[in-house]
């Protein structure tokens, strides 16, 4: 079974430009969550959909947006970049149901490496 | 709020001796831990997870992890460290509620050497 992929895999941007990173989940997956990676403030929970719909958001500002669609794949988007949006973007996904059992496993993707000058 | 500590930024062990990567959490109910590895320029990869029944948990590439209730603790462990085993360690928790969200240590890197 294939894994977690993301794309594009590296990316360079400037301050003010936006941007959209994409994820498909593991064949049957129906939730795709996102993390942020920084060596300062570690993972960072950013949210998380399932069918269609955000299910749980982290703490970052508005400008970070995502949205799921009706195969589970999953986009997110970061609009006015600063330089600190720098930072390696995780997508992983789990089985999950509308139970929302958190023994679910989660199973990260490669990662979207964000440089933004 | 629930939360993780990785108490060590870095452990070093040679090759062949056991290894143990600390982790120590909080968070109101039963846990459910999980760990994780990052090898450079990757995601991180499932190593094993705490649901509940047996406190030693076995999993991937002969890591084990014992859940310690009365200590809130999850250490990783290996019988005999490889070099391969080199990488960045997480440990991650999770509360009992529907929906709840997993909350990742700062993460240990492990440094193996020959």
């Known amino acids: 079974k294939a894994g977690v992929t993301q794309t594009p895999r590296y990316l360079i941007k400037t301050r003010g430009q936006q941007v959209t990173l994409s994820c498909s989940p593991i064949?049957?997956?129906?939730?795709v969550s996102w993390y942020q990676q920084t060596p300062g403030q570690g993972l960072q929970f950013l949210f998380e959909?399932?069918?269609?719909?955000?299910?749980n958001k982290g703490n970052f500002p508005g400008r970070f947006s995502g949205r799921q669609f009706s195969n589970s794949r999953s986009e997110m988007n970061v609009s006015t970049l600063e330089l600190g949006d720098s930072a390696l973007y995780l997508c992983?996904?789990?089985?999950?149901?509308?139970?929302?059992?958190?023994?679910?496993?989660?199973?990260f993707g490669p990662g979207t490496r964000l440089t933004v000058l | 709020a629930q939360s993780v500590a990785q108490p060590e930024d870095q452990v070093n062990v040679a090759e062949g001796n056991p290894l143990t990567v600390k982790c120590t959490y909080s968070?109101?109910?039963?846990?459910?831990l999980f760990w994780y590895v990052q090898y450079p320029n990757r995601g991180l990869q499932f190593l094993l997870k705490?649901?509940?029944?047996?406190?030693l948990v076995k999993g991937s590439y002969g890591f084990e992890a014992e859940f310690n209730k009365s200590q809130t603790s999850f250490h990783l462990k290996k019988p005999s460290a490889l070099v391969s085993d080199s990488a960045l360690y997480f440990c991650?928790?999770?509360?009992?509620?529907?929906?709840?969200?997993?909350?990742f240590g700062k993460g240990t890197m492990l440094l193996v050497s020959p």
């Open positions: 992983a996904s789990s089985k999950q149901s509308t139970s929302g059992s958190p023994a679910d496993t989660q199973y």
């Open positions: 064949s049957g997956h129906r939730s």
């Open positions: 959909y399932f069918s269609e719909t955000q299910r």
């Open positions: 968070v109101s109910g039963n846990p459910y």
């Open positions: 705490y649901i509940t029944g047996d406190n």
């Open positions: 991650a928790v999770r509360d009992m509620t529907r929906y709840s969200t997993l909350t």
